[in-house]
């Protein structure tokens, strides 16, 4: 990663350096102690277009084989609405976010309420809810 990323403001808008934020998870230097943690970084891979990141925090049981992610997809902000449990010793969360992005001329908001369980320390993402 270069260092202008590491050095910037993250994506995921903790407020935090990038390098000390979901930087740290995407290298495989830290993993999430929670569920949020794993959402915010999630969301930061999803800009980044870091699919082996997106596919290593999948559950095994749930992840698809590939992601055809879309580079002319900006996500532009990410909001967390509300985190139920998820916390760092709970084996099971949920976090409900709102996504931000454009793609083309198009606005839009991803409004979903993810499930994550933790299974050997380590948080994954299961599935997801769409919120109309």
């Not at 290298?27 to 949020?36: I, N, Q």
Request: glycine share 10%; aromatic share 10%; net charge negative.
């Amino acid at each position: 990663m270069a260092e202008d990323t590491e050095s910037r403001n993250c994506m995921c808008l903790s407020g935090e350096q990038y390098g000390m934020c979901c930087g740290r998870f995407h290298s495989g230097t830290a993993e999430a102690a929670t569920a949020e943690q794993l959402m915010r970084s999630r969301y930061s891979a999803f800009v980044l277009l870091d699919e082996r990141y997106l596919l290593h925090t999948w559950h095994p049981a749930e992840a698809p084989k590939k992601l055809d992610l879309d580079p002319g997809m900006q996500w532009r902000r990410l909001d967390i609405a509300a985190t139920e449990r998820g916390g760092p010793l709970d084996v099971e969360g949920t976090v409900e976010f709102k996504a931000y992005f454009r793609h083309g001329g198009d606005r839009g908001v991803l409004h979903e309420v993810s499930r994550f369980v933790r299974e050997n320390g380590r948080w994954f993402y299961l599935d997801g809810k769409i919120l109309a």
